[in-house]
């Protein structure tokens, strides 16, 4: 097959979305298929033999953090010299509606997936929260002419479909079991990330650092237990803010890690900790069950689909200190804490890569067949 992915981001972009795309392009290229990709130019002409054509972006001045491409004609020109047999918009807010428009003028079959819960978003920042409605109309006339529109959690499916979206599937999540693997474990790194306290019991965070992450509401949790040290892994926008929040604590800010200085930071630390109740999935829980961490984090509807509280985690509830203490006694408990870790590992096991990017494929499959149907009525 011949197949366009249209992104909102990619390399040398780090977060979940990238990582999925990635995993799937390694696929589909191994399997023989063809592959272009199309996002914001930040530099990246190739993947591993993929194409990548960058569409000139933009920084917004209140988000610095990342920059985003528009809507560009572009997009349209380069998918009509491409003849795909498949358009994947990939969370299409800006630069992928263009691939949505694309898809209909061109009569391409087209697979939507939503990855960025932004509806859920806006409950963070109040000055936008009355603009829910309306974000909700543009996404749902996003997704409206997609052949499959691809959600990443049973929980997201249940949203969107409440919403109106149709044709909706879930697509697999996956994790990488040997770049995650407690083998990495590593006392340099533990000594870094514990801020040279590695006798305490070491909680990691790893992930963009925004507002609606509630990172800062684990201050608390550390003002009550000075035995335990935080590691904060990633940036972004609250970073500055977050810093001063946790001034005098000890908590260690790195920035971003990559490849095997990340595998350590996971593997060296002794629970990964998600305060975060916005993701649609959150592929880092899986990444720090696969590196043999508990993972300690709290109660919304995708943590839930991965987190079985007592079994390989431990569940809170938002904003409750107390249950977030009771969660974290766990690590407290040697015997307990090993059956968890353990069983946080075997359920890593269960995902792999491979296995989610043949049934992205086989969607991919799904919506030219069914394209097909609906273009021959």
């Known amino acids: 097959m011949k197949i366009a992915i249209v992104t909102e981001t990619f390399l040398p972009s780090t977060d979940g979305i990238v990582t999925r795309l990635k995993k799937a392009i390694d696929h589909f290229l191994h399997a023989g298929h063809e592959v272009l990709v199309i996002a914001p130019d930040l530099g990246v002409s190739d993947y591993k ?10 920084t917004f001045p209140f988000y610095r953090y990342r920059k985003w491409g528009f809507p560009s004609r572009k997009v349209y020109r380069e998918l009509e ?15 992928a509606t263009s691939a949505v428009t694309a898809a209909q003028k061109l009569e391409v ?31 749902r006339r996003q997704h409206k002419n997609a052949d499959v529109n691809l959600v990443t959690s049973r929980s997201m499916y249940e949203t969107l479909d409440r919403e109106g979206v149709e044709r909706l599937a879930i697509i697999p999540r996956g994790v990488d079991i040997e770049k995650r693997h407690p083998k990495f474990r590593d006392e340099e790194m533990r000594d870094r990330l514990t801020g040279g306290r590695p006798e305490n019991k070491l909680l990691v965070f790893i992930g963009r650092l925004a507002i609606e992450k509630e990172i800062h509401k684990l201050l608390p949790m ?27 604590t000890g908590t260690v800010f790195t920035g971003f890690l990559h490849g095997e200085e990340l595998s350590k930071a996971y593997a060296s630390s002794d629970a990964f900790i998600f305060p975060s109740i916005s993701e649609t999935l959150g592929l880092v829980i899986l990444e720090g069950m696969a590196s043999g961490l508990p993972i300690i984090a709290a109660k919304s509807g995708p943590t839930m689909e991965q987190v079985t509280h007592g079994k390989n985690g431990m ?42 990017s043949k049934r992205l494929l086989d969607y991919y499959k799904g919506a030219r067949d069914r394209h097909s149907v609906g273009r021959s009525d």
């Open 49 to 58: 033999g993929a194409k990548v054509i960058g569409v000139k972006p933009v």
């Open 81 to 95: 010299k491409f003849k795909p047999d498949v358009v994947h918009a990939v969370n299409p807010l800006l630069l």
């Open 109 to 139: 079959p087209l697979v939507s997936s939503y990855h960025t819960h932004l509806p859920k978003y806006l409950d963070f920042y109040s000055v936008y929260k009355p603009l829910k409605p309306l974000l909700w109309w543009y996404i």
């Open 222 to 248: 550390l003002e009550q237990r000075s035995d335990i040290s935080l590691a904060i892994i990633g940036d972004g926008p609250a970073r500055k803010g977050l810093e001063k929040t946790f001034e005098g």
């Open 315 to 356: 569940l809170f509830e938002s904003g409750d200190l107390d249950s977030l203490l009771a969660a974290v006694e766990m690590i407290d408990d040697k015997e307990n804490y090993e059956r968890i870790r353990v069983e946080a590992r075997e359920e890593a096991l269960k995902y792999s890569w491979d296995n989610a």
